[in-house]
C-alpha cells in the first residue's frame, strides 16, 4: 500500500510537492522541563540501531533564527505579536530546510516541540486564537504527536531539582532550573519566579488540554519514570514505521 500523501496544516506551501516525502514525521509535545529532549536523544539512537536514518529538530534551533531569538529574549521586552513572529520565523526556516529535505530522503524527523507549542505560548500571552492558527497554516501535519502530558504537582520537582538539564540547556542556553520565559515573567503573574512558573504551566497545560482534542494527540503519561515513558514512545512509533497490514 503506498504511503498516506501528507498534508498542510492549513493553506500550505504551493511550491512544495508532498507527494514524495517518504519519511516520517514524529513529534514529541509536552511543557518546559517534562523531559522531551532526553526523551528523543534515547528515542534517536533505538531508531538508529533499527536502521532508520534519523534528523532530529527542536524549537528556536534555527541557524538562521536561534542566535536572534535569544538575544530579543534576553532583553526581555517582547511583546506578544513579536514573541509569536519570531517563533513563526524559526519555525519556517526549519520546516523549509531542515524538516521538508530531510522527509524528501525518507528520515524519520523527530520534532522536539511543533507550532502547536506555539499556539499554546501565545494564546497564554493574550494573541487572537484565529490569528495565531492563520500564520501556521504552511505548516506541514505530522505523521503522529505524542503529547507527554504531567500534572503541575509532578512537573515542579523536575525543575527545580534540575533533572532535565539537556532540555534546559537548549531553552535557556543554560541548565539551571527556572528562566524568565518559562515562567512567564512577563506576564506578571506572580510576586516572584516560582509562583509566576506554577501560574504559567498551568495555564500551559490547560492550553495543551484543549490542543489534544483539537489535533488528536497521542497522549503519554509522562508522570511514569524515564524507562517507562520511553516504552510507551517506542511502542506508539514502531506502529506508525511499521503498521499492521
Known sequence: MAPKEKVFFGTGLPYIDTSDLAGKLIVIEGTDGVGRSTQIAELK???EVKGHPVMTTGWTRSPLLGNAIDAAKA????????????YLADFADRLEHEVLPALKAGFVVLADRYFYTALARSVVRG??????????????????????????????PRVINGENLIEHYWESGS???????????????GEDVYDS???YQKRILTEFDVLVEEFGFSTVDASLSFAETNKVLKRGIAAILDPEP
Do not use: C
Request: no cysteine.
Open 127 to 156: 494573541a487572537d486564537q484565529d490569528w495565531i492558527r492563520r500564520i501556521y497554516g504552511f505548516a506541514l501535519e505530522p505523521d503522529v504527536v505524542f503529547y507527554m502530558k504531567i500534572q503541575i504537582e509532578d512537573l515542579i
Open 75 to 86: 532583553g526581555h521586552n517582547l511583546n506578544v505579536n513579536t514573541f509569536s513572529l519570531l
Open 45 to 47: 539512537k533505538w531508531l
Open 175 to 189: 541548565a539551571e532550573g527556572m528562566d524568565y520565559w518559562e515562567s512567564g515573567m512577563d506576564l506578571g503573574l
Open 197 to 199: 512558573f506554577v501560574e
